[in-house]
């Protein structure tokens, strides 16, 4: 009988451990929104008002600096910047809004013609200005500026909140992502010692000398667990060595270590992986092999390195009144091996597990 098992989908634990939070770049880009239109607003009215005072009068330029930058600056920073895209916002009855909106814009409006005429009135240019535009195309020339300063605004300033939004969402998914991956070493490791404390409960229970032993390469395993465990990467060297510390905990309590075998080649220093994911599968060989029991049973381990690809492979002698051993082989720190794999790797490894023979076998590719 044989079975494959190629991947497992776990679609919120993706590769949104690898984003980069973008807090500076946001720091800069909100500066930039909120004074680089205004900058350049203002930038080219000033710019005609020079160009105005040098080949016109003073009340020329005294009359567009009130009507066209004071005037028009207020309506567009107050509907472009802030009522549009702040008040359509809210929850509610959107039309209600919108309405109130348009209704108080065209008031506005009415209230800026006005004072555009009156002021034109005061300084006595309706005459001077005629002779270059008739009134009615000077106040449509201002409505059409207005009008397209407060679409300009707002086209910016919407912009701003819809790049404010998907930052946050980003940096909440990495954040997110970050502490389900804390979450899943935080179940890994608990899992594994309650597992080792286990062995070490039984051979102290039976008065076995060996019992001292195996707390000596449990406080080994735990200096690893405290001060390595928490780094994204470890050198594989060190996973290395907790498997092989593991193993001869495991091998303490079975009195024939010839069932057990470790074979690695092409580990170099320069190799790094997440840790806490190989260990687990091993486990899950002794916990479902039937070394105890079986004189013939055994269990082989196998990793090896080629340049930046890992090829991990465990194989294990099983129990006959195990039925389903693929299903019964995913316990809780196989489970939890599978998902830091999906979140640390992302189509980056290769999962496939075979039973034949009543032999049990993982294979596990990673590109590193």
């Known amino acids: 009988m044989k079975s494959s098992f190629h991947s497992f989908d776990y679609e919120k634990l993706e590769d949104d451990a690898n984003i980069v939070p973008m807090s500076s770049a946001l720091s800069k880009t909100e500066r930039f929104f909120k004074v680089g239109p205004y900058i350049l607003w203002f930038g080219i009215h000033i710019a005609i008002s020079l160009v ?5 009068s003073l009340a020329d330029t ?29 929850e509610g009855n959107i039309n209600r809004r919108l309405g109130l909106l348009i209704t108080t814009n065209i008031i506005l409006i009415g209230i800026g013609i006005y004072a555009h005429t009156m002021m034109a009135e005061i300084l006595g240019l309706n005459q001077i200005s005629d002779q270059y535009a008739p009134k009615s195309v000077r106040i449509a020339l201002w409505l059409l500026m207005v009008l397209l300063g407060i679409i300009f605004v707002a086209s910016i300033r919407v912009a701003h909140v819809y790049y404010l939004n998907a930052v946050q969402k980003v940096e909440h998914k990495a954040e997110r992502a970050e502490a389900e991956l804390r979450l899943l070493k935080s179940q890994i490791s608990p899992h594994f010692l309650f597992n080792t404390l286990n062995n070490i409960y039984g051979l102290a229970y039976l008065r076995d000398e060996r019992a001292a032993e195996m707390i000596s390469k449990l406080s080994k395993l735990l200096r690893y667990l405290l001060y390595d465990c928490d780094r994204p990467k470890v050198f594989l060297t060190k996973e290395k060595e ?16 010839r069932n057990v075998d470790f074979y690695h080649a092409g580990i170099t220093n320069n190799n790094k992986i997440a840790p806490m994911i190989l260990i687990n599968f091993i486990e899950n060989c002794f916990k479902h092999s039937d070394l105890e029991t079986n004189p013939r049973g055994w269990i082989k381990i196998g990793l090896e390195v080629d340049k930046n690809e890992l090829s991990f492979r465990t194989e294990n002698t099983f129990k006959d009144e195990v039925k389903d051993v693929a299903r019964d082989h995913m316990g809780i720190g ?13 189509g980056k490894h290769e999962v496939n597990i075979t039973k034949e023979n009543n032999v049990y076998q993982l294979d596990l590719k990673i590109t590193l």
């Open 242 to 257: 907790l498997i092989e510390h593991y193993l001869s905990i495991q091998l303490l309590k079975h009195e024939d270590s």
């Open 334 to 346: 196989l489970r939890n091996s599978l998902k830091l794999l999906k979140a640390n790797y992302p």
């Open 62 to 90: 005294i009359y567009y600096l009130v009507t066209y930058i004071f005037l028009g600056s207020l309506i567009i920073w107050l509907f472009g910047y802030k009522l549009f895209p702040e008040y359509l916002a809210r």
């Open 52 to 56: 105005l005072a040098y080949q016109r």
